[in-house]
């Protein structure tokens, strides 16, 4: 859908420029009994997403399937200003400087990133969540006397395995993964104490793969005696509505900026990102734009810290992170000023709904819940593979199956929920079952 948005001013230049005072002027040359006068009979007015509902041609599928990558509503205008040639043809700067545009688009992501997790820092982008936990955890290994990498088994799957790739051939640092209590779907805190120690680096991801709420208080105060911390976020959205991740004392906060305004696209591309404490700047991948004055003290953007192998010497590069996502955190960036604070936290609070909804309905159908812990937009219940073909072959996608990754989650389905599902589909799916 186009963005057109003609203000009165507009159209009063508009008129002003062809010579005639109002819009009715136009249609001077037909003759009057010919023209309609009264009010077209039609529904609205409509917000931007019950209007594209109006022209959809063909019904599409109900979708209630998440795990890292989500639908949600994005603005015409992200569309539209990204689309401009001077945005979609850039390509990564080698010579940053003449490049102000860009730059500052990257810096405004940046900035809006920092601020939303809380951080002090964030870094340009990363190629996805996955990688940029895989980063993480290098940059930590680097640190003097981390030796062990804990990682939550609730943390996604894709990430835990992208992780282990990464550190495959680096035999002075493990991976460990620390179990989930099967009741509530939670980090088991007892455990986590357990193997927390000023030798490791600890991620948690929150909410986690389950769509479970961790109690971040607890695992802090545990997680303090660590020699690192970060919290892994692979929904966005919920940074709308969650406590700030920053706010628990986090040396580094990563994750998926995919939700803000980057569709789900076939899985990619995505948008990672990595916001850390000021201490850790010169230890983070990627690049860093700042703000500062030129010789004529003009504003001026340019790369602060540009720590990979394309500008300096390849061993003394903290990553091989050839990209910025530019493009993708420039959509973010688009989004983020569009929704604004309110905004986004209108969207959170209307996933959470909208996830409430669907589990009281499922409860009426007596279809509970695989976890009694509190969640965000996303949570897991039984369903067999039988039936969840025949819901795909009906045109409903109810979830994703994830027992291949978690054996002792017998026909686990992972169910998600955003403000782009209506209660018309959740009914549908109710009624189907």
């Known amino acids: 859908m186009a963005y057109l948005s003609h203000t009165k001013d507009t159209l009063a230049a508009m008129l002003s420029t062809i010579g005639i005072d109002d819009p009715e002027d136009i249609f001077s040359s037909l003759p009057q009994e010919l023209r309609f006068s009264g009010r077209l009979d039609i529904p609205g007015p409509l917000d931007e997403e019950s209007l594209r509902r109006e022209f959809t041609c063909e019904p599409s599928r109900v979708v209630f399937a998440g795990g890292g990558i989500y639908r949600h509503h994005i603005p015409a205008l992200v569309d539209a200003i990204a689309s401009r040639q001077e945005f979609l043809t850039a390509y990564t700067p080698y010579q940053p400087e003449i490049s102000q545009g860009t730059l500052q688009a990257i810096f405004e992501f940046q900035s809006m990133m920092a601020a939303l997790t809380g951080m002090d820092v964030s870094n340009a982008s990363m190629y996805d969540g996955a990688t940029a936990l895989a980063e993480a955890a290098l940059m930590a290994s680097r640190m003097k006397g981390i030796r062990r990498i804990l990682v939550t088994r609730s943390t996604h799957p894709t990430y835990r395995s992208v992780l282990k790739t990464y550190l495959a051939h680096s035999p002075q640092v493990e991976v460990v993964e620390v179990p989930f209590e099967i009741a509530t779907g939670r980090t088991d805190l007892k455990s986590f104490e357990g193997m927390v120690g000023p030798d490791a680096a600890v991620f948690v991801q929150q909410p986690n793969y389950f769509g479970v709420i961790e109690p971040m208080e607890k695992l802090a105060r545990i997680a303090s005696r660590a020699g690192f911390r970060g919290i892994i976020v692979t929904e966005a959205i919920s940074l709308g509505v969650l406590k700030s991740p920053g706010s628990f004392g986090p040396d580094i906060v990563l994750g998926d900026a995919q939700s803000f305004g980057n569709p789900p696209a076939a899985g990619g591309p995505l948008l990672g990102f990595l916001c850390v404490k000021r201490e850790h700047i010169r230890r983070i991948p990627g690049r860093i734009v700042g703000l500062t004055r030129d010789a ?89 593979d039988a039936r969840r073909s025949a819901l795909e072959e009906s045109g409903i996608i109810p979830g994703i199956p994830i027992s291949s990754h978690y054996p002792e989650l017998e026909d686990a389905l992972l169910v998600n929920v955003t403000e782009m599902n209506t209660k018309e589909d959740c009914r549908c799916l109710i009624e189907r079952l």
């Open 296 to 384: 004529d003290e003009r504003q001026a953007f340019c790369l602060t810290l540009a720590t990979r192998e394309q500008h300096i010497r390849r061993e003394k590069a903290t990553s091989n992170i050839c990209t910025n996502q530019g493009l993708c955190a420039l959509r973010a960036a688009l989004y983020l000023s569009a929704m604004g604070p309110q905004g986004l936290r209108q969207v959170a609070s209307q996933c959470a709904a909208g996830t409430r909804y669907l589990m009281r309905l499922l409860g009426e159908k007596g279809v509970s819940p695989y976890f009694n812990a509190p969640v965000f937009h996303e949570f897991v219940i039984r369903m067999d």
